[in-house]
C-alpha cells in the first residue's frame, strides 16, 4: 500500500527537517479509502493525483500538515457523502481541516451563473490565503500536477483549464516569487493554447542553443577563474530562457530571436551581499556591458520578494548575455519566493518582511467589503495579481511599488487614506502635474495636501488604477456622505424603476427595494441606496430582480387592449408597439416569439427588420443583411416583412448574442492564441473559430463570439486591432 507513497517518503527525507511521518501515513490511508473506486480520466487510481501533489508540497519544504492537507484536499469536495471537516479535524487537527477547508471549492452558493460561482471561488481561496499562505501553495501544487496530466482531458476543458492557468494560477505564482513553479505553469499552459508556437520556439531554441553549446561553459568558466582570483567563491550555472518567455518576447513584443539580448544566461550565486558588488565590477571588467540593461533589484527589491543583480554583456563573437548574481539566500527566495521560510529556516525579521509582503491579500479584501459587484472584484484582483510594478520614491527616499499605469492618486492613497483624503495636488520631481498623472520608474512624488480640503471627488473613482485605492475612496464617502449617496442612489432607481412603471409612491419603492436588498443580504432600503450612491454597488446587476418585484406586488404597465376588427383597419391608426421574446418590439405582432437569424446575427444597436416565418415565430434580420435585399424580390414574401426595433430598455447583464469576427491575419506562430488570451481576458465567450489559408499568405479567421451590443463589439474589435499580426477585422456573416 505505502509503495505508491514512496517517492513522498524519499523527498521527505531529503528535506532533514522533523516530520510527522505516521501522521503523513495515516493521512494517506484515510485519503486512499475515500478515493477507493476513483478513477482519473487518464485511468489512473485517483488517489495517484492527491499522493504526487503532496510530493510536489514536500519539494517546496512545506510541513507536516501541508502534506496531510494535500494528500486530503479533494475528499470533502469528492466524498461529502462520508467525510467532512469536522471529522477531518478530529483526525488529524484543526490546522489541516482549516488548510483542507481552504482548498475546497464552494459547491452549494447561491450565484446568477457559473462565472460568478467561480469569482466566488477565488474570493474563497484569497480569504484562506489572508489566513494561512500554505492554501495557496498547496492549490499551486494541485494545479501543477493537473496541468502536468492535462493531455487525458477532452481539447475544449484543455484549453479552458490551460487559460485559466495562465491568467490566474501562473501569475499568482509570480506574485509569490516561486519561479519554479510560475514558470512550468506557463509552458505548460502555452503548450495546450498553441501546440504548434510552443514546438518552434522550442525547436528554435534547441537549434541556436546547439550552435553555441560551448558558449556558456567557456563564459562560465573564465568569469569563475576571475572570481577566484579575487577570493570569490562562487557558484555558477547557465540557462536560456524558457519557452513562454521567449514565446512572449517574440509574440507580444514582435522581436526577433536576434532582438532577444537575454536568451542566454549565467547565474552566480556569492555567499554576501558584498560579494554580489564585487562579482558585478568584475564582470563589467571582463566584458562590455549594454548601456540600460543594468537593474539592481538587492536595493530595490521586487514586490513577491525577489532580489538579485541584472546585467547584459557582450561576449565573445559579439554574443551578448544575461548575468545575475546574488547571494545563496537570495536564491533560494528567487526560486521558492514565499515558500522559502518553510524551506529555509530564514528567522523572524524575514518572517515579518514576509508578512509585509503579503498585506496585498488583505488590501484586495479590504477592497472587496466596500463592494459587492463581482465584476469591481475580478477587477481588482487582476490588477494587484497581473500588474507590471512601476517603482517610485517618497521624498524621503521610501520606495513604494504600484501597479504599472497608477496615478499620482494612487501614490497618494498608497501611503495612507488619510493623504489620499486630504490631496489637493502632487508633484512629481519637484515640478507640480495633473492629479491624473502616472508617474515613471525612479520618479520622486510629492503629495500636496491641505486640512481644508473637502475631501476626494467621485470622478477620482474613473481615475484610478489600484483596487485600494478606489476602496479607500469609497469608504471616505460610505462615512462622509451617507446622506448624499442615499439621494444619489435613490435617484439612480428611480430613473431605473419607471422604465417599468408610470407611477409609483416613494412608499412602495422603498418597500420594493428593501425586499430586494434583503435577498443580497443588505438590511434596508436607504442601505440598498447608500451603496449604490458610494459605488459599493452597480445597479445592472438587480435589474432583473427589481422587475421580478414590481410585477410580484402588482407594479407593471397595464396590458394594451385588443382593437376590434373595424378600427385594425383604419390606416390613420399605428398599431401599439408590444414587447416580444429576446428583446424585441414587432409593430402589430402582440407577443410574437422571435429568433435572430443566423446569416447576419442582428445585436443589439443594428438596424434590423423582422419576417415572420410559418410556424417559428418572427426571424430578426440585420436590415442590409443580403437575404433580405434577396427575399423582397420575391413578391409573395413582401407581406411577410414586419417593421421590429430593440426594446429601449437596458440589456440584461447576462444577455448575450452571438457575432461573427472576421479577421485577417499574418501567418505567425502563436496568434491565434494571443487572440484567444485577449478575448479571454475581456471575458467574451468563444463557441467556434475556423480557420483558412488564403493564396497570398494571409489566414481568414472566423471566430463566433458572445456579444452584448453593437457598442461591445467595436470594443472587441478595437481590442484586437492593437494585436501584432493582426490586418484587419470585421464584421463577419454565419457559414
Given at each position: 500500500?505505502?509503495?505508491?507513497?514512496?517517492?513522498?517518503?524519499?523527498?521527505?527525507?531529503?528535506?532533514?527537517?522533523?516530520?510527522?511521518?505516521?501522521?503523513?501515513?495515516?493521512?494517506?490511508?484515510?485519503?486512499?479509502?475515500?478515493?477507493?473506486?476513483?478513477?482519473?480520466?487518464?485511468?489512473?487510481?485517483?488517489?495517484?493525483?492527491?499522493?504526487?501533489?503532496?510530493?510536489?508540497?514536500?519539494?517546496?519544504?512545506?510541513?507536516?500538515?501541508?502534506?496531510?492537507?494535500?494528500?486530503?484536499?479533494?475528499?470533502?469536495?469528492?466524498?461529502?457523502?462520508?467525510?467532512?471537516?469536522?471529522?477531518?479535524?478530529?483526525?488529524?487537527?484543526?490546522?489541516?481541516?482549516?488548510?483542507?477547508?481552504?482548498?475546497?471549492?464552494?459547491?452549494?452558493?447561491?450565484?446568477?451563473?457559473?462565472?460568478?460561482?467561480?469569482?466566488?471561488?477565488?474570493?474563497?481561496?484569497?480569504?484562506?490565503?489572508?489566513?494561512?499562505?500554505?492554501?495557496?501553495?498547496?492549490?499551486?501544487?494541485?494545479?501543477?500536477?493537473?496541468?502536468?496530466?492535462?493531455?487525458?482531458?477532452?481539447?475544449?476543458?484543455?484549453?479552458?483549464?490551460?487559460?485559466?492557468?495562465?491568467?490566474?494560477?501562473?501569475?499568482?505564482?509570480?506574485?509569490?516569487?516561486?519561479?519554479?513553479?510560475?514558470?512550468?505553469?506557463?509552458?505548460?499552459?502555452?503548450?495546450?493554447?498553441?501546440?504548434?508556437?510552443?514546438?518552434?520556439?522550442?525547436?528554435?531554441?534547441?537549434?541556436?542553443?546547439?550552435?553555441?553549446?560551448?558558449?556558456?561553459?567557456?563564459?562560465?568558466?573564465?568569469?569563475?577563474?576571475?572570481?577566484?582570483?579575487?577570493?570569490?567563491?562562487?557558484?555558477?550555472?547557465?540557462?536560456?530562457?524558457?519557452?513562454?518567455?521567449?514565446?512572449?518576447?517574440?509574440?507580444?513584443?514582435?522581436?526577433?530571436?536576434?532582438?532577444?539580448?537575454?536568451?542566454?544566461?549565467?547565474?552566480?550565486?556569492?555567499?554576501?551581499?558584498?560579494?554580489?558588488?564585487?562579482?558585478?565590477?568584475?564582470?563589467?571588467?571582463?566584458?562590455?556591458?549594454?548601456?540600460?540593461?543594468?537593474?539592481?533589484?538587492?536595493?530595490?527589491?521586487?514586490?513577491?520578494?525577489?532580489?538579485?543583480?541584472?546585467?547584459?554583456?557582450?561576449?565573445?563573437?559579439?554574443?551578448?548575455?544575461?548575468?545575475?548574481?546574488?547571494?545563496?539566500?537570495?536564491?533560494?527566495?528567487?526560486?521558492?519566493?514565499?515558500?522559502?521560510?518553510?524551506?529555509?529556516?530564514?528567522?523572524?525579521?524575514?518572517?515579518?518582511?514576509?508578512?509585509?509582503?503579503?498585506?496585498?491579500?488583505?488590501?484586495?479584501?479590504?477592497?472587496?467589503?466596500?463592494?459587492?459587484?463581482?465584476?469591481?472584484?475580478?477587477?481588482?484582483?487582476?490588477?494587484?495579481?497581473?500588474?507590471?510594478?512601476?517603482?517610485?520614491?517618497?521624498?524621503?527616499?521610501?520606495?513604494?511599488?504600484l501597479p504599472q499605469g497608477s496615478t499620482v492618486?494612487?501614490?497618494?492613497?498608497?501611503?495612507?487614506?488619510?493623504?489620499?483624503?486630504?490631496?489637493?495636488?502632487?508633484?512629481?520631481?519637484?515640478?507640480?502635474?495633473?492629479?491624473?498623472?502616472?508617474?515613471?520608474?525612479?520618479?520622486?512624488?510629492?503629495?500636496?495636501?491641505?486640512?481644508?480640503?473637502?475631501?476626494?471627488?467621485?470622478?477620482?473613482?474613473?481615475?484610478?488604477?489600484?483596487?485600494?485605492?478606489?476602496?479607500?475612496?469609497?469608504?471616505?464617502?460610505?462615512?462622509?456622505?451617507?446622506?448624499?449617496?442615499?439621494?444619489?442612489?435613490?435617484?439612480?432607481?428611480?430613473?431605473e424603476v419607471k422604465r417599468y412603471v408610470k407611477?409609483?409612491?416613494?412608499?412602495?419603492?422603498?418597500?420594493?427595494?428593501?425586499?430586494?436588498?434583503?435577498?443580497?443580504?443588505?438590511?434596508?432600503?436607504?442601505?440598498?441606496?447608500?451603496?449604490?450612491?458610494?459605488?459599493?454597488?452597480?445597479?445592472?446587476?438587480?435589474?432583473?430582480?427589481?422587475?421580478?418585484?414590481?410585477?410580484?406586488?402588482?407594479?407593471?404597465?397595464?396590458?394594451?387592449?385588443?382593437?376590434?376588427?373595424?378600427?385594425?383597419?383604419?390606416?390613420?391608426?399605428?398599431?401599439?408597439?408590444?414587447?416580444?421574446?429576446?428583446?424585441?418590439?414587432?409593430?402589430?405582432?402582440?407577443?410574437?416569439?422571435?429568433?435572430f437569424a443566423k446569416c447576419c446575427n442582428p445585436?443589439?444597436?443594428?438596424?434590423?427588420?423582422?419576417?415572420?416565418?410559418?410556424?417559428?415565430?418572427?426571424?430578426?434580420?440585420?436590415?442590409?443583411?443580403?437575404?433580405?435585399?434577396?427575399?423582397?424580390?420575391?413578391?409573395?414574401?413582401?407581406?411577410?416583412?414586419?417593421?421590429?426595433?430593440?426594446?429601449?430598455?437596458?440589456?440584461?447583464?447576462?444577455?448575450?448574442?452571438?457575432?461573427?469576427?472576421?479577421?485577417?491575419?499574418?501567418?505567425?506562430?502563436?496568434?491565434?492564441?494571443?487572440?484567444?488570451?485577449?478575448?479571454?481576458?475581456?471575458?467574451?465567450?468563444?463557441?467556434?473559430?475556423?480557420?483558412?489559408?488564403?493564396?497570398?499568405?494571409?489566414?481568414?479567421?472566423?471566430?463566433?463570439?458572445?456579444?452584448?451590443?453593437?457598442?461591445?463589439?467595436?470594443?472587441?474589435?478595437?481590442?484586437?486591432?492593437?494585436?501584432?499580426?493582426?490586418?484587419?477585422?470585421?464584421?463577419?456573416?454565419?457559414?
Open positions: 500500500m505505502f509503495q505508491l507513497l514512496r517517492p513522498l517518503l524519499e523527498v521527505i527525507e531529503k528535506n532533514e527537517k522533523n516530520y510527522d511521518t505516521d501522521k503523513i501515513k495515516n493521512a494517506f490511508l484515510y485519503a486512499s479509502e475515500l478515493h477507493a473506486g476513483q478513477f482519473r480520466q487518464s485511468g489512473e487510481p485517483y488517489i495517484s493525483h492527491p499522493v504526487e501533489v503532496s510530493r510536489i508540497v514536500a519539494e517546496l519544504g512545506l510541513d507536516t500538515d501541508s502534506i496531510c492537507a494535500a494528500l486530503l484536499h479533494d475528499v470533502v469536495e469528492d466524498c461529502s457523502d462520508r467525510t467532512n471537516l469536522d471529522t477531518i479535524k478530529k483526525m488529524f487537527g484543526t490546522e489541516v481541516a482549516m488548510l483542507v477547508d481552504g482548498l475546497t471549492k464552494i459547491i452549494q452558493v447561491q450565484v446568477a451563473d457559473k462565472e460568478e460561482a467561480h469569482i466566488e471561488n477565488i474570493r474563497k481561496m484569497l480569504l484562506a490565503m489572508n489566513k494561512d499562505i500554505r492554501v495557496i501553495f498547496i492549490k499551486l501544487c494541485d494545479r501543477l500536477h493537473n496541468m502536468r496530466t492535462l493531455g487525458a482531458k477532452k481539447e475544449d476543458r484543455q484549453r479552458a483549464i490551460a487559460l485559466e492557468t495562465m491568467y490566474i494560477y501562473a501569475p499568482l505564482a509570480h506574485r509569490l516569487g516561486i519561479q519554479r513553479i510560475k514558470q512550468e505553469l506557463e509552458n505548460l499552459s502555452l503548450f495546450y493554447l498553441d501546440p504548434i508556437g510552443y514546438e518552434e520556439v522550442e525547436a528554435s531554441i534547441e537549434k541556436k542553443f546547439g550552435q553555441n553549446r560551448d558558449f556558456l561553459n567557456y563564459s562560465r568558466d573564465y568569469i569563475s577563474e576571475k572570481l577566484r582570483e579575487n577570493g570569490i567563491d562562487a557558484h555558477i550555472e547557465g540557462r536560456v530562457k524558457s519557452v513562454y518567455s521567449l514565446y512572449r518576447k517574440m509574440y507580444s513584443f514582435n522581436k526577433s530571436f536576434d532582438e532577444i539580448y537575454d536568451f542566454y544566461a549565467l547565474r552566480i550565486i556569492v555567499d554576501t551581499e558584498l560579494e554580489c558588488y564585487t562579482a558585478l565590477g568584475l564582470v563589467h571588467e571582463m566584458f562590455h556591458s549594454i548601456p540600460g540593461r543594468f537593474k539592481d533589484y538587492i536595493s530595490t527589491p521586487k514586490p513577491n520578494l525577489y532580489r538579485s543583480l541584472h546585467t547584459t554583456v557582450i561576449g565573445r563573437s559579439g554574443t551578448p548575455f544575461e548575468v545575475q548574481i546574488r547571494t545563496k539566500q537570495m536564491h533560494a527566495e528567487a526560486e521558492y519566493g514565499i515558500a522559502a521560510h518553510w524551506k529555509y529556516k530564514t528567522g523572524e525579521k524575514s518572517r515579518a518582511e514576509i508578512d509585509e509582503k503579503l498585506r496585498w491579500i488583505a488590501r484586495l479584501l479590504e477592497s472587496d467589503e466596500n463592494t459587492r459587484d463581482p465584476d469591481e472584484f475580478i477587477h481588482s484582483f487582476k490588477t494587484d495579481i497581473f500588474h507590471d510594478e512601476t517603482f517610485v520614491f517618497t521624498p524621503k527616499g521610501d520606495v513604494i511599488s492618486i494612487d501614490f497618494a492613497y498608497a501611503i495612507h487614506s488619510a493623504v489620499g483624503n486630504k490631496m489637493t495636488g502632487a508633484k512629481v520631481n519637484g515640478v507640480i502635474v495633473p492629479i491624473d498623472r502616472k508617474p515613471q520608474n525612479g520618479d520622486i512624488i510629492e503629495i500636496i495636501t491641505s486640512n481644508a480640503s473637502k475631501g476626494p471627488s467621485r470622478d477620482w473613482l474613473k481615475i484610478v488604477k489600484t483596487g485600494e485605492a478606489r476602496s479607500k475612496i469609497r469608504q471616505w464617502f460610505k462615512k462622509e456622505k451617507r446622506v448624499e449617496n442615499i439621494a444619489l442612489g435613490r435617484l439612480e432607481v428611480e430613473r407611477s409609483i409612491t416613494d412608499d412602495k419603492l422603498d418597500e420594493v427595494i428593501a425586499t430586494v436588498a434583503k435577498r443580497v443580504g443588505i438590511a434596508t432600503a436607504d442601505d440598498f441606496y447608500n451603496t449604490l450612491g458610494f459605488g459599493g454597488l452597480s445597479l445592472s446587476r438587480f435589474v432583473n430582480r427589481i422587475k421580478e418585484e414590481l410585477e410580484k406586488v402588482g407594479l407593471k404597465d397595464a396590458p394594451v387592449q385588443e382593437q376590434d376588427e373595424i378600427s385594425q383597419v383604419k390606416i390613420t391608426e399605428t398599431p401599439k408597439k408590444r414587447r416580444a421574446s429576446g428583446g424585441i418590439i414587432i409593430d402589430g405582432e402582440p407577443g410574437c416569439q422571435v429568433k445585436l443589439p444597436g443594428d438596424k434590423i427588420v423582422g419576417f415572420v416565418t410559418r410556424g417559428f415565430g418572427v426571424s430578426i434580420h440585420k436590415s442590409d443583411c443580403p437575404n433580405v435585399s434577396l427575399s423582397r424580390k420575391n413578391e409573395e414574401n413582401l407581406s411577410r416583412w414586419v417593421r421590429a426595433e430593440w426594446e429601449k430598455t437596458e440589456a440584461s447583464p447576462n444577455s448575450s448574442y452571438e457575432a461573427v469576427l472576421q479577421i485577417m491575419v499574418e501567418d505567425r506562430i502563436g496568434v491565434i492564441a494571443s487572440i484567444s488570451m485577449a478575448l479571454a481576458d475581456m471575458r467574451v465567450s468563444i463557441s467556434q473559430i475556423n480557420t483558412q489559408t488564403m493564396k497570398n499568405g494571409e489566414v481568414a479567421i472566423n471566430i463566433h463570439v458572445g456579444c452584448k451590443s453593437t457598442s461591445h463589439y467595436e470594443s472587441i474589435v478595437s481590442r484586437l486591432r492593437s494585436i501584432p499580426s493582426i490586418i484587419s477585422v470585421s464584421r463577419g456573416l454565419s457559414n
